[in-house]
């Protein structure tokens, strides 16, 4: 049987931008306590963050939780080139499917709201390296949180596994 552990020289990272609902973003931030990542929250959410819905959805996890905040996208673009992190937008008009894709270990996956998605400026000079799941022409989307622990956990397959 394989490890249970996740490993130490797992590196990726999620960043939500301006989120919207906070049980997804307690929900990702327990997946990120889980996998031991950080999770980045660009620009302003559309609640407080230390809300009790949070720290609901996170359970007794918050506090385990490395949150990095950047105050817009410009501040996390820039975080990003500092850091040698590679951007990896998660989007319905990706480029590549989510489980053909190949994840590197500074890559952070970033997502978009849950009413409008990602914005296009924040994506299309990154076009080769975004990606989308395969999902039914019935649904508009997959629930954020569902898609941020099928990819987070496709990278980690991905750098860990393979």
Do not use: Q
């Amino acid at each position: 049987m394989g490890n249970r552990v996740i490993k130490n020289n797992f590196n990726i990272a999620i960043a939500l931008y301006r989120p919207e609902i906070p049980a997804n973003t307690g929900n990702i931030g327990r997946l990120c306590v889980g996998l031991n990542i950080e999770l980045h929250i660009v620009s302003k959410p559309s609640f407080i963050i230390s809300s009790k819905e949070v720290r609901r959805a996170g359970l007794d996890y918050w506090e385990h939780l490395v949150l990095i905040k950047h105050e817009n996208e410009n501040t996390f673009l820039e975080y990003c080139n500092n850091n040698d992190r590679r951007i990896i937008p998660i989007t319905k008009f990706g480029k590549n499917r989510y489980d053909e894709f190949n994840y590197s270990n500074n890559d952070i996956l970033l997502f978009g709201r849950e009413s409008t998605g990602l914005r296009e400026s924040l994506w299309e000079n990154d076009l080769d390296n975004s990606i989308y799941i395969p999902m039914s022409d019935n649904i508009r989307s997959i629930n954020l949180s569902n898609t941020a622990a099928i990819t987070a956990y496709e990278a980690y397959r991905h750098i860990c596994l393979s």
